[in-house]
Every structure is written in C-alpha cells, then in structure tokens.
C-alpha cells in the first residue's frame, strides 16, 4: 500500500510526518463523533494544532483528507499473518470490523458508491484501502488452497466478496451483525468455498508458508 503520508506537498515543500498523523488522527475522531456531513477541515485544523492552509497543502479537500486518514489506520497495524489461513481469515476480519465501523468509515465507503465522486478520488480509495484488503485475502484463500484446506476449484474472487460484503449487508439493512460477526462470516465463506470450518481450525501450522500474490483487480 502506498503511505498516505509519504508524498510532498504539493507546494514543493518536505512534508511533516508528525503534522500529518496530528491531522489524520484528528480527522478519523472527527469523521466517528460526527460523520462525513459534520466534517469540518477548520475544525480538523484547529483540534491538530494547525492551519487550513496547512491541510489543503497536503490532500485536496475532505473526502481526500478521510482517504487517506482510513487508509492510515488500515496501515498502521495490519493483522499478523501466521501461515493457518482460516485463522489468519478471523484476524483480518476483526480489523476490518474495526476500521469500518469504529471510526464511522462505513460513512466514506458510502460516498464512493455515489455517482457524485469523481473518478479520481474513487480510484485513490480503491488503491489505498479496497484492493490492499482484497489483497490480504485474496492471498490467504490461496494459500488454503494450496495447503488441500479448501478445494482447488474454490471461487477466491467470490470468497473475498462474501467476506467483506456481508458487513455491509448487515450495516445497510439496519442490523447488527454481532460481536462474533468475524468468526460466523469465515465459517461461512469457508463453507460456500468447499472448506470444513472445523478443519480449518485445527489444521497445523505450516513451516515457511508462502503466501501466493494477488494482483490485476480493476473494480
């Protein structure tokens, strides 16, 4: 993934780290208490202890400021992968619970459906937050694939749809899907995909496990 705050500004000057993640931690508390229509670049500004000005220099507005903000959080401590794909599976789906939802980025995953974003701005949130995701579990049902855990007909592109997909069927219709929501939707997908969930579970942890590459997603 690319670092959301590694770029200069677009002034030419050498950007800040330390201002960026001021800002970007301000904005995602921001974007959790009042969501993307009460989001102000001013008050950002004011609560990070710096200047709009500043914040225009470094992203081209608010939905390109909540961007790259998510995509921070996403970055910063990714789920550690431990060669037992349906483990591996659980643990990416309890942080993409937590980054969907507990700083209201549901809200900006929204917006990118609408007809109103430009393509630009749509491509940036695919690239930065979508296909790393995809990405991450694209690989690991690959890998169980590889290891005989789940059959080598097995529709990975549909499996990493039914993960993810299934939080926002539950957040859109108005439900909630529960604290065990990660461990019910792997066991779930596994199942649609030919696997046993119970296998999955126990299956002994692999030496060096290489995790195949995933690229070429477009949507």
Not at 19 to 43: K, P
Not at 208 to 218: H, K, L, S
Request: charged fraction near 20%; include cysteine.
């Amino acid at each position: 993934m690319a670092d959301p705050t590694s770029e200069p500004s677009r002034a030419g000057r050498q950007r800040d780290p330390l201002i960026d993640e001021a800002v970007m931690t301000v904005a995602l508390e921001h974007l959790s208490r009042n969501g993307i229509g009460g989001f102000s670049i001013a008050a950002v500004a004011s609560d990070a202890g710096t200047t709009r000005p500043a914040i225009y220099r470094r992203w081209n507005g608010k939905i390109d400021l909540l961007i790259a903000a998510v995509a921070w959080l996403a970055s910063t401590e990714p789920p550690t992968r431990t060669g037992r794909p349906y483990a591996d599976l659980v643990r990416e789906m309890q942080h993409f619970r937590h980054c969907i939802s507990h700083v209201g980025a549901l809200s900006l995953a929204g917006v990118m459906l609408t007809d109103g974003v430009e393509e630009p701005i749509r491509s940036t949130y695919h690239e930065q937050i979508a296909h790393p995701r995809w990405r991450r579990l694209g690989e690991t049902l690959l890998l169980a694939v590889d290891l005989g855990e789940l059959p080598g007909d097995a529709d990975i592109e549909l499996g990493t749809s039914l993960l993810t997909g299934s939080w926002y069927a539950f957040a859109w219709s108005g439900r909630d899907p529960g604290e065990d929501w990660p461990e019910r939707v792997v066991a779930a997908t596994w199942r649609a995909l030919g696997g046993t969930p119970e296998a999955g579970l126990a299956a002994a942890v692999p030496g060096e496990a290489a995790y195949p590459q995933v690229t070429g997603r477009e949507d």
